[in-house]
T-cell receptor
Framework: GAVVSQHPSWVICKSGTSVKIECRSLDFQATTMFWYRQFPKQSLMLMATSNEGSKATYEQGVEKDKFLINHASLTLSTLTVTSAHPEDSSFYIC??????????????FGPGTRLTVL | DQQVKQNSPSLSVQEGRISILNCDYTNSMFDYFLWYKKYPAEGPTFLISISSIKDKNEDGRFTVFLNKSAKHLSLHIVPSQPGDSAVYFCAASSNQGGKLIFGQGTELSVKP
């Protein structure tokens, strides 16, 4: 299957700092990427849809000024958590939508980034 | 409003037997369904998918069944192996943006 990478895999930061997480599709072009958040023992919660060359679409209740998304190319989307606070500590996962195969439309996920805000 | 539901939070199966994971949905606009496997602190791994024009899709030990009238899908794993132990999420999307709506997950434990 298609490969999606995320960097960093984990990060610890002080409250008030900003953290950038990168999501790359390694062997396919992704016009659409998605950012999810997962709390322990809960389902994945979609935060936003990242479209190459245009503004991201945020889900209800997600602060777009806090979670900045940039989809600069067909293989890279970044999520920046601005002025992070302890409640932002979570597992952030990206996915990239692969529509290259006939009849397929599958999202492939990155390995996730564990963010801990002290 | 939980559009995709996995009502069993956990399932325990003996090695070699069949594992059946169930998923129900409420939105009739969903036309594409996927199953993902997830280990703790890792991203989900795509397993198998099915389009609403089909009622069955098979890939090795994994088979997904779709019953549109009941708005129900299931994942069958046979034979189950200890390495299958993980959390399984079903997800659904419509053709209107590709957003995946996930169920809550079912933790499968396959005992040797």
């Amino acid at each position: 299957g298609a490969v999606v990478s995320q960097h960093p895999s984990w990060v610890i930061c002080k409250s008030g700092t900003s953290v950038k997480i990168e999501c790359r599709s390694l062997d396919f072009q992704a016009t659409t990427m998605f950012w999810y958040r997962q709390f322990p023992k809960q389902s994945l919660m979609l935060m936003a849809t990242s479209n190459e060359g245009s503004k991201a679409t945020y889900e209800q209740g997600v602060e777009k000024d806090k979670f900045l998304i940039n989809h600069a190319s067909l293989t890279l989307s970044t999520l920046t958590v601005t002025s992070a606070h302890p409640e932002d500590s979570s597992f952030y996962i990206c996915s990239a939508r692969d529509r290259s195969g006939a009849g397929t439309d599958t999202q492939y996920f990155g390995p996730g980034t564990r963010l801990t805000v002290l | 409003d939980q559009q995709v539901k996995q009502n069993s939070p956990s399932l325990s199966v003996q090695e070699g037997r069949i594992s059946i994971l169930n998923c129900d949905y409420t939105n009739s606009m969903f036309d594409y369904f996927l199953w993902y496997k997830k280990y703790p602190a890792e991203g989900p791994t795509f397993l198998i998918s099915i389009s609403s024009i089909k009622d069955k899709n098979e890939d090795g030990r994994f088979t997904v069944f779709l019953n549109k009238s009941a708005k129900h899908l299931s994942l069958h794993i046979v034979p189950s192996q200890p390495g299958d132990s993980a959390v399984y999420f079903c997800a659904a999307s419509s053709n209107q943006g590709g957003k995946l709506i996930f169920g809550q997950g079912t933790e499968l434990s396959v005992k040797p």
